[in-house]
């Protein structure tokens, strides 16, 4: 039950922001988020599609000559 009512909170401080401020809600929803950003991370990682960043090609200014 108290499983239950912690992501039921962090459910709700996702769908109602006005709720956000209220410890009661933002923490169950810090960690929920966290977890869920992690495990994504991980997948990525672990399925080698983590998305790297990759440089984009660069001009010379007529200043760098």
Do not use: H
């Amino acid at each position: 039950v108290a499983q239950a009512a912690f992501y039921l909170s962090a459910l709700a401080g996702l769908c109602f922001p006005v709720l956000r401020p209220f410890r009661i809600v933002s923490i169950p929803m810090y960690f929920v988020l966290m977890n869920t950003a992690f495990a994504v991370g991980a997948v990525r990682s672990f399925t080698g599609s983590s998305g790297r960043w990759k440089p984009t090609a660069r001009t010379k200014l007529p200043r760098d000559e």
